[in-house]
C-alpha cells in the first residue's frame, strides 16, 4: 500500500538510507574482520579521482600498441606491454617489452623504465601474460608467458608437434629506483627513458628462463608460489624448484643466502671444525712428546659414503623388488595358464618409472653395492695409516642422474655440496653474478656452471638492461652481486621414498604412470611448503581372489617441504581408490576440486599490506577490455 501522507514518506526515505548505511558499515566491518574489503563495496567514485587514460597518455603511444595492464603495488608506476610479431604474423618471432609510466594524479604519464621480456625466446605465438609483485619485495618484478596453443599461426603449428608440451617463460626483472640513484646515470630526466645507460646493478639487471611442463599441466598459483618475499616456486611437471633472487653486498661476512640455510651453517661449522683441526695439526710438537703420542693414538675416523650412492642404492633396491613383485605377482599372484608374463610396462610417453629397465637396474644395483664394498674397505685402510678429514658428500642430484655412478663435474662457483644425512630428492646451487669487468670477454651465463638437464636445474640468464650478460662469479669476490639460488624437489624419487616408508598399500604397489602436484599452502615465517601428489598407479589388488594383472588406481600423497634443510615430511596418504571408466581427464579434474576444497578449509585472510599484486592480459584474449584501471589502496581509478 502506498504511503498515505508526506510524513509517512519521510519516514520511509529515512529507513532506507539508514538500511544503505547500515549496509556500508556491515561491510566495512567485514573488510576489517577478514582484512581485505570486497571489490563491489564502492561500485563508483567521485570523477576527482577517476582519469581517462586518453587525457593522461600521447595517442601515439596508444597507436603503437600499448596494452596497459594496471598499477604496482606501491601506487607509483602504471605498466604496459607491447608485442611485436614483424611484418608477416604467419612466420615472425614475438618480442615483447614492458614499460613503466610514472603517475602523478592529474598529470601526464611519464615514461620511467622499460625492458625485453623473454630475451633470447623464440616465442611462435601470443602469450598470456601475468605481472605478479612479491608482498613486500618491492625491489622487483616477475613476469609470467604461458603459451595456449589455442593460435592458428602456421609457424606454431610447425614448431608445436608435440601437444602434450606447453612452454612457460619467465622473466624477474628489477625496479627502477623509487628516488635518483647515483650509480643510475644518466640520471631519467622528463624525457630520458631509463634503458639501462649507468652501470647500477640494483637497479639493472634482468633474469629470464623458459622451460615446458606436459600434461596434466600444472596449476598456476600466483598466491602460493609468490608467498615468500624474494623466493619464487615453480612447478616444472617433474620437480619443484623454489628460486631465490636476492642481491648480495660482497662484504665480507654477510651473506644473501635464502634457501637451504641450515646447510649453509652446517658448511660454517665445518669449515670452522676444518681449519681448528689444521692448525692442530700444524703445530709442532716434538717427536715422542705425550701430546704428539695422544694425538697419534686417537683412532682416525672412517668416512661415511657418500649420501648420493646410499640414495642411488635404495633406490635400485626399491626398483629391484617392485621389478620382483611384477614379475612374481607380489609373492600371491599366480602366472597365467598360458604362461603369458605379466604387462605392467608403461607407454614411453609416460612420467613414471619404466618397467623394462629394472632388471638392468638389479645388475647394476648389485655392482653398485660390489663397489661400495670395495671402497669402503680402501677408505678403511688408507684412513688407518694417515689422519683423514671428514669429507663433504657428493652433490645431491635427482633420481633421473643417480642410476649412473659417476658424478657430472662441478663448477667451483656453484655451491652444490651436501652433508652425508640430506636427502637424496633435493639439490642446491648458489650462482653468482656480477656486471662486466673492464677488458673482460662477454660469456655465455646459460652455460656456466648450469646444467643441461633443466629437471636438476632451470636455466637462468642473467643479463643487464642492454641485453649484455652478467659475469658468473667463480671465486671469492668483494662486489655486489645478482645471487641466484636453485633448491630442486625430485617429485618420482619423492613419490617412492613416500610410498615405501608411509604408503600401508606399499606391498600391492607396482608402478604409477602419472602424477598432479598441486600446492596447498606456504608458510612464509617457517619456509615450510605443503604440497598435494595425485597420483595414477598400477597396483595389486588386495582381495583374496586369484589374479594376474593389477588394476588402475588413484591416490594422493600429502607432503611438507622444508625450504631451510630440504627434507620432507609425510602428512597423510590417502587410499587406493579403483578408476574405473574414468578418463584420465576425469580422475584430475576431480582431484583438483578437491585441492580446492582443502585450500578453501585452510584459507587465511591475508592482510591489505601482505597481498600478491597481479596484473594479466586475459581481457585482451577474451576480446574485451578492461574497463578502469584501479589503485585500490590509494583510491585511485584510470577509466579506459
Known sequence: MAPSSKSEKDDGKQKAQRKHKDHVVKLLM??????????????????????????????????AGHVFLGFTKCGRYILSYTSDCGEDDDFSFYTYHLYWWEFNLHSRLKQVHHVRLFAGEEIYSDLYLTVCEWPNDHSKIVIFGFNTRSSSSVLMNLMMSDENNRDIY?????????????????????TTIRTGSGECLEHGYVLNSRYQVVYPFPTFQPAFQLKKDQVILLNTSYSLVA????????????????LYTKRAALSSQASASFSSNSLASS???????PESQLTSSKPSPIPSPPSKSQAAVRAREFAADIFRRAQGGGGQAERPVDGSEIEVALTPGDKGMNVERRKEEEEDCRETRAEERRTS???????????????CSEHVMSPGSCSSCPSSPQTPSSSQEAGPSEPGYVNYSCLHYRLQQPGATEQNAASEGGYEDDKVQLPFTVTDLKGRNLQLVTGPHDEQSVCVEQLTLDFEYLINEVIRRDAAWAPQFCSFSDYDVVILEVCPETNTVMINIGLLLLAFSNSDEEHCRPNTYHSNLQVSWNLNTGACCTVGVGDLTEVKGQTSGSVWSSYR??????????????????????MTNEALHKGSSLQVLADSDRCTWIVL
Open 30 to 63: 567485514r573488510g576489517k574482520l577478514s582484512g581485505h574489503f570486497s571489490q563491489r563495496l564502492f561500485r563508483k567514485l567521485p570523477p576527482r579521482v577517476c582519469v581517462p587514460l586518453k587525457n593522461i597518455v600521447s595517442e601515439e603511444f596508444l597507436r
Open 170 to 190: 619467465i622473466t624477474i626483472a628489477s625496479m627502477p629506483p623509487p628516488k635518483p640513484c647515483s650509480f643510475c646515470c644518466p640520471v631519467p630526466f622528463a
Open 243 to 258: 628460486c631465490g633472487i636476492s642481491l648480495c653486498p660482497g662484504k665480507p661476512g654477510q651473506s644473501s643466502q635464502i
Open 283 to 289: 703445530s709442532p710438537l716434538p717427536l715422542g712428546s
Open 377 to 391: 674397505l680402501t677408505q678403511a685402510s688408507t684412513s688407518a695409516g694417515s689422519p683423514s678429514l671428514p669429507q
Open 593 to 614: 576440486k578437491s585441492c580446492v576444497n582443502t585450500v578453501m578449509k585452510w584459507l587465511v585472510p591475508e592482510s591489505t599490506s601482505r597481498y600478491i599484486n597481479r
